[in-house]
T-cell receptor, first 113, second 115 residues
Framework: GQQVMQIPQYQHVQEGEDFTTYCNSSTTLSNIQWYKQRPGGHPVFLIQLVKSGEVKKQKRLTFQFGEAKKNSSLHITATQTTDVGTYFCAANAGGTSYGKLTFGQGTILTVHP | EAGVVQSPRYKIIEKKQPVAFWCNPISGHNTLYWYRQNLGQGPELLIRYENEEAVDDSQLPKDRFSAERLKGVDSTLKIQPAELGDSAVYLC?????????????FGPGTRLTVT
């Protein structure tokens, strides 16, 4: 079945440093979504990427979808303490599985002030 | 707009006991999902409903888990009997019929502890 690997599992940064998490799929994807889960909270939708090579920005966050639509990344510039949480990618394989999201294990981001 | 509502928020039961979780999705959201999230892992889909039809229940352990969404609005997930390995957070999510395809709005979850 669909497998989604996300690295790193943990990332500790000083406030102001950059952060990147990577997501890799074993199969070509229809689209990929990113979610953020604050400690003790629930996942919150950030963005969806659909097109090959797509790049989207939300303030300090930059999301990329690979040319082969099998990998994606989330980059945060100049982290802040409010960025703390777990970032999940969620892959949609499409076809008969369209609508089913397979979540990565997440990257736990800690930001030290 | 009210978010996805789940109850109870916490539940502690002994193994072999039954337990039920309730979810009320955002008004107008026709797609409803139940996920299980183990500590340190991403959510894992258990079942997905389009209105009242279960369109994907391939990962629902049917020997002990059941779910229903009788009127296409709120939903109940049941475990009977519970096992120690069922301890997890059970998340309900819903998606609107329009907008970002299958963008999911999650509820706060029910944290289940089986002792």
């Amino acid at each position: 079945g669909q497998q989604v690997m996300q690295i790193p599992q943990y990332q500790h940064v000083q406030e102001g440093e950059d952060f990147t998490t990577y997501c890799n799929s074993s199969t070509t994807l229809s689209n990929i979504q990113w979610y953020k889960q604050r400690p003790g909270g629930h996942p919150v939708f950030l963005i969806q990427l659909v097109k090959s090579g797509e790049v989207k920005k939300q303030k300090r966050l930059t999301f990329q979808f690979g040319e082969a639509k099998k990998n994606s990344s989330l980059h945060i510039t100049a982290t802040q303490t409010t960025d703390v949480g777990t970032y999940f990618c969620a892959a949609n394989a499409g076809g008969t599985s369209y609508g089913k999201l397979t979540f990565g294990q997440g990257t736990i981001l800690t930001v030290h002030p | 707009e009210a978010g996805v509502v789940q109850s109870p928020r916490y539940k502690i039961i002994e193994k072999k006991q039954p337990v039920a979780f309730w979810c009320n999705p955002i008004s107008g959201h026709n797609t409803l999902y139940w996920y299980r999230q183990n500590l340190g892992q991403g959510p894992e889909l258990l079942i997905r409903y389009e209105n009242e039809e279960a369109v994907d229940d391939s990962q629902l352990p049917k020997d002990r888990f059941s779910a229903e969404r009788l009127k296409g609005v709120d939903s109940t997930l049941k475990i009977q009997p519970a096992e120690l390995g069922d301890s997890a957070v059970y998340l309900c999510a819903s998606s609107p019929p329009k907008g970002v395809p299958y963008e999911q709005y999650f509820g706060p979850g029910t944290r289940l502890t089986v002792t």
